[in-house]
């Protein structure tokens, strides 16, 4: 029946393009439509006619040049440096000769892009290749580098896996569609695995694949995968909403379960969560607590990743469209609609979200189409979670450092590698910048780095106000002489004992990484402080030194040493990444158009319950809080 969708479709636009275009072919790679024509750059000269027949036949079009009239790769090379001004600051030029594209990788790629797109349309005039082009990273990212790797030398596999994915997805639907359902298979009425499975009459899709990274047992760490509902033989996509582990930690384990179809998400959550999932193996493999997959099958999960944008509306199974929102949570961060049937019924999930406005991004999305259904988290939903505004927070950390620094002490941020990291880092450049706090080292330790190069290849995705400073100002507060990469245990010892200055080390609960190493060796000194800016799961170190706990038990060379905490202990909650409560019921009031269920998950069991019931007293809708292993009929 694809074939047959395939085959109307391509009379449609052999009908509608002008006859001097020569198309060579038209096929589905995934949810997009691909065609393949002699003369390119008569389409791509009128950006209108494809637009218009996208939206008419409702799918995404791509313009790419038959084989046949490529240029030669050397002859190309010359062309780009002679059509691309010198100030684009081009890094490399590689070919893909599966796709027909030429990948320009530039520190400015919009010179690349040109106005509206003129410069790139030149490339395509003279040389046949369809221009990809990524952003060269300010600061060097080795993960970036591999991604693009795995994907340049897996070119012809993912060609083929894109063209079956096509022929699964542009099938009409097999049944009516009646009824749509949710089963939750984490992190409901708790914080860590979150996953939950959407199924239509003719589509299965995994919402989120996470791990309880504090949990003290494999039975609470990971998923109920062994739920009836779900079948991995049967699964037709799975949608990533943002990189943290305990949404995306057990996302490799499916591929090594048998998973063989595709994960949609942003592409600062693809190279994201690549980082966390491979650094998630290495402290795994180290801490002798191997996971049940490996390497392998993190790069599977690259290879069979489909990154959209903001807005993009995609095809992901015959009878569910998606598109990505902003949640504001994380760099890439996203709330994820889906339109099943046609027009039966739309779901949210949020995810993690930040209804507000930080240095780092822009607060969440609240407008969608259409929305009868929305599934929000509760993590800060329990009537008491009143934080401090940014202001106050960020005035609040910079007392805590200045007397800190004053005594002659060390400040240690354990902090989350990804999002908090980031937002510390503008806060304490900027105090730095302006002399309100002394200029010492400020120390970046773990994944912070790396995390970071990330979001320097990703400026799209930041705050505007963040923007504007990087493209405007020429000001990157990101590669800041304020930052120092500490890259190996020497180097720690040499912190420790050295003089004043600011640590940020992963993990941000204290459950492994660097962070436990600096406060081993800083908790006993009551000079020094230690400052909690982001969520202490229960079970973790975190959570019991946050809780006033004195003489805490670690591993010291394979014995168990007590440390006595004299250092001063503070939490600052107003940094955090979530939503508190008053943003949460405002998020609810300002939702356009109002849905008419709501169902509350990824918070304890009282913060989930009381968050629910307060909106259904305040704003009269429909509310859930399931359990873990219930099913929810949402249509």
């Known amino acids: ?35 393949y024509t002699k003369n390119p750059e008569i389409i791509t000269e009128n950006g209108d006619l494809i637009r218009n027949l996208a939206k008419d036949i409702r799918k995404r079009i791509i313009i790419r040049s038959d084989k046949s009239v490529l240029l030669d790769p050397e002859e190309t090379i010359n062309k780009v440096h002679e059509i691309v001004p010198e100030d684009a600051q081009i890094s490399d030029i590689s070919f893909d000769d599966v796709t027909c594209e030429v990948i320009i990788e530039a520190m400015k790629p919009g010179l690349v892009i040109g106005k509206y797109g003129v410069t790139s349309r030149e490339i395509v005039k003279q040389t046949g290749w369809a221009p990809k082009i990524l952003r ?27 063209v079956n994915l096509g022929e699964r997805i542009h099938q009409p639907p097999k049944y009516e569609n009646y009824w749509a359902r949710l089963t939750s298979m984490g992190g409901f009425k708790e914080v860590g695995r979150s996953c939950m499975l959407l199924q239509t009459p003719n589509s299965r899709v995994l919402l989120d694949c996470g791990v309880n ?28 909403s943002h990189a943290h582990l305990d949404h995306v930690g057990f996302l490799p384990y499916l591929y090594h379960y048998g998973y063989e179809g595709p994960v949609y998400c942003t592409t600062p959550t693809r190279d994201l969560m690549t980082l966390l999932q491979m650094d998630h193996i290495d402290i795994a493999h180290r801490e002798d607590h191997p996971l049940p997959f490996n390497v392998k099958h993190v790069q599977k999960c690259i290879k069979h990743t489909i990154t959209l944008d903001y807005g993009e509306v995609t095809d992901i199974s015959p009878d569910i469209r998606l598109t990505l929102h902003n949640a504001g949570h ?55 979670d009143i934080h401090p505004s940014r202001n106050e927070a960020e005035k609040q950390m910079m ?38 706090i002394d200029e010492v080292p400020i120390y970046i330790d773990g994944m912070i780095w790396e995390a970071t190069a990330i979001h320097t290849a990703r400026p799209e995705y930041l705050s505007k ?29 040499d912190i420790v ?36 800016v982001g969520y202490q799961a229960e079970g973790s ?3 019991r030194i946050q809780k006033g706990y004195k003489e805490i038990p670690l591993e010291v060379n394979n014995k168990t040493k007590v440390f006595n905490v004299k250092m001063e202990i503070e939490t600052i909650s107003g940094f955090s990444g979530h939503s508190n409560r008053r943003q949460l019921m405002e998020y609810v009031k300002r939702l356009s158009p109002r849905p008419e269920k709501i169902i509350v998950c990824h918070g304890d069991p009282y913060k989930t319950v009381d968050l629910a019931s307060s909106i259904h007293r305040s704003y009269k809708m429909e509310t859930k809080t399931p359990l873990n292993l219930e099913c929810t009929r949402i249509q």
């Not at 990157?476 to 930052?483: Q, R, Y």
């Open 1 to 35: 029946m694809a074939s047959k969708i395939l085959e109307e479709t391509k009379k449609t636009i052999m009908d509608r393009l002008p006859e001097r275009v020569q198309v060579a072919k038209v096929e589905f790679e995934g949810p997009e439509l691909v065609i």
């Open 213 to 240: 990274v504090a949990a003290n047992e494999d039975k609470n760490a990971y998923p109920y995968l062994n739920v009836p509902e779900f079948s991995i033989q049967d699964l037709d996509a799975v949608v990533i």
């Open 497 to 532: 004992e050295g003089d004043p200055c600011i640590i940020l080390s992963t993990s941000g609960m204290l459950t492994g990484g660097n962070s436990v190493e600096y406060f081993k060796c800083l908790c006993e000194d009551e000079k020094n402080t230690l400052i909690f």
């Open 136 to 162: 060269t990273p300010p600061i060097s990212s080795e993960i970036i580098g591999r991604i693009r790797n795995t994907m340049k030398n897996s070119s012809k596999e993912r060609k083929k896996f894109l």
């Open 399 to 436: 007392k805590y450092i200045y007397l800190t620094l004053k005594r002659g002490g060390k400040v240690l941020v354990p902090v989350f590698a990804v999002g908090r990291a980031q937002e510390l880092m503008i806060v304490l450049e900027e105090y730095m910048r302006h002399g309100l």
């Open 330 to 384: 994380i760099l890439g961060s996203a709330m994820c609609h889906m339109h099943i049937g046609d027009g039966q019924h739309n779901l949210v999930y949020t995810g993690d979200f930040k209804y507000e406005r930080s240095r780092l991004l822009e607060p969440a999305t609240t407008r969608f189409p259409r929305a009868e259904t929305i599934v929000m988290e509760s993590t800060y939903g329990g009537r008491d």
């Open 465 to 493: 106000d963040l923007r504007d400073q990087i493209f405007h100002m020429g000001r990157n507060p990101f590669v800041s002489d304020s930052f120092i990469k500490v890259n190996n245990p020497d180097q720690r010892k």
């Open 541 to 543: 170190l975190g959570k």
